[in-house]
């Protein structure tokens, strides 16, 4: 594993939380089941969509897990069926987003083979704290 330079700096104190997040996001990057898009909604929340063709409602998850959003699915495997072929895949997937402070799962709904979920964005209020200076130990 390479390090990522930019963490080394004297300057980025506390930071390591954000450096890990970034290797495990690299790590699932290239995982591409089930697909999904990712937009901009008109009230400046994000809408996640993904293509889960074949789960019913009782066979995805929703949940926010430490700061992420994990989507997980599993089928039931169809007991009894003997089958001649099988092109549709029946296999699970996790699908992980990291949420930014702040951001918080609306609603997920499931139509059509999508599952939408919907996400807010809350508006981020500047702040300004005066540290006083004391004189004297050092503590």
Excluded: W
């Excluded at 290239?30 to 066979?59: C, H, Q, R």
Aim: charged residues 25%.
């Amino acid at each position: 594993m390479t390090r990522n330079a930019y963490f080394d700096s004297p300057f980025l104190l506390g930071f390591e939380p954000l450096e890990r997040l970034l290797e495990r996001t690299a790590k699932s990057a290239a995982d591409s089941y089930p697909p999904y898009n990712i937009e901009a909604t008109e009230d400046g929340g994000i809408a996640i969509t993904l293509a889960v063709a074949g789960f019913a409602k009782d066979e995805i998850a929703v949940t926010v897990e430490d700061r992420q959003l994990v989507i997980r699915g599993r089928q039931n495997e169809a007991g009894g069926k003997t089958f001649l072929h099988r092109g549709i895949a029946a296999r699970q997937f996790l699908r992980a987003f990291v949420l930014a402070d702040g951001i918080e799962v609306k609603t997920a709904a499931l139509e059509n083979g999508l599952l939408r979920i919907i996400l807010t964005r809350p508006d981020i209020q500047p702040s300004v704290r005066v540290v006083d200076i004391k004189t004297g130990g050092m503590q």
